[in-house]
Nanobody, 117 residues
Framework: QVQLVESGGGLVQSGGSLRLSCAAA????????MGWYRQPPGEQRELVAT???????NYADSVKGRFTISKDNAKNTVYLQMNSLKPEDTAVYFC???????????WGQGTQVTVSS
């Protein structure tokens, strides 16, 4: 089992910045991928960014150049630095942990990000 605790959401003006954190606890070993997904109001959940246990990153086209995902292995924590935020970035952001062995998938409780125009 893996538990995920997110923090860092909030309200920010367009052009501003926020940093999300996701701390993982539990069976964290082997090959895995951690990342962030978001669900705008009335829409489906979508990929934002992911990072593998080896450090390979992947971003949605809509956030490339504005968002940066990183991880602190010692703290088992993944961060999402969000710059130049836009109103269309408004969504509930969910942390995800995917364990390759066993194909186990875990989600955090979600944190609200609201960008005002």
């Amino acid at each position: 089992q893996v538990q995920l605790v997110e923090s860092g959401g909030g309200l920010v003006q367009s052009g501003g910045s926020l940093r999300l954190s996701c701390a993982a606890a539990g069976s964290i070993f082997g090959l895995y991928r951690m990342g962030w997904y978001r669900q705008p109001p009335g829409e489906q959940r979508e990929l934002v960014a992911t990072i593998t246990s080896g450090g390979t990153t992947n971003y949605a086209d809509s956030v490339k150049g504005r968002f940066t995902i990183s991880k602190d292995n010692a703290k088992n924590t993944v961060y999402l630095q969000m710059n130049s935020l836009k109103p269309e970035d408004t969504a509930v952001y969910f942390c995800n942990f995917y364990k390759v062995l066993g194909k186990e998938n875990y989600w955090g409780q979600g944190t609200q990000v609201t960008v005002s125009s």
